[in-house]
């Protein structure tokens, strides 16, 4: 066994020079599992099965001061020890420059709710919308999952 558990299965390379250390522990303080995450991330939740829902941002290759990037969402195994989904669900297209990032997460009952930001205008519009297209600046945006 590794001497560091937070090292012994983490991540360890990030393209921004930001990561986040999770840790699970007992109830005397004890590590059990940990890992660390690349990139900044905005807003965590836990669901009843103990799988860890990240909401991240994504930094774009091509930024290379980590000012800007895709939304994203990780979810880690309830031991820390596999990736059981990742995806970037933001309004950025595929070279488009700009920002965007999940401000914040819920999970309940195999359902995922994610609220965020973007400077992006790819988000699709659902019938009924409060707002039929995308302004100039700022958009906030609410994606509902259902899962599992």
């Known amino acids: 066994a590794h001497a560091n558990a937070a090292l012994a299965?983490?991540?360890t390379a990030s393209t921004s020079g930001e990561a986040t250390l999770y840790?699970?522990?007992d109830a005397t303080g004890a590590p059990r599992?940990?890992?660390w995450v690349p990139g900044a991330t905005a807003a965590h939740a836990v669901d009843e099965s103990g799988r860890l829902y990240l909401a991240r941002r994504i930094a774009d290759a091509t930024d290379t001061i980590g000012l800007g990037g895709r939304a994203g969402?990780?979810?880690l195994?309830?031991?820390l020890k596999r990736v059981a989904m990742s995806l970037d669900a933001g309004a950025l297209?595929?070279?488009e420059s700009g920002d965007e990032t999940f401000t914040a997460i819920a999970v309940r009952d195999g359902v995922l709710a994610l609220a965020g930001h973007?400077?992006?205008k790819q988000l699709p519009i659902t019938a009924?919308?409060?707002?039929?297209?995308a302004q100039d600046g700022v958009e906030g945006f609410l994606i509902v999952i259902r899962l599992w």
Not at 128 to 133: V, Y
Request: proline share 0%; charged share 15%.
């Open 9 to 11: 299965r983490g991540w």
């Open 23 to 25: 840790l699970i522990a």
């Open 33 to 35: 599992a940990a890992t």
């Open 73 to 75: 969402i990780t979810v």
């Open 77 to 79: 195994s309830a031991d």
């Open 93 to 95: 297209a595929d070279g």
């Open 118 to 120: 973007t400077t992006g």
């Open 128 to 133: 009924n919308a409060l707002q039929a297209k």
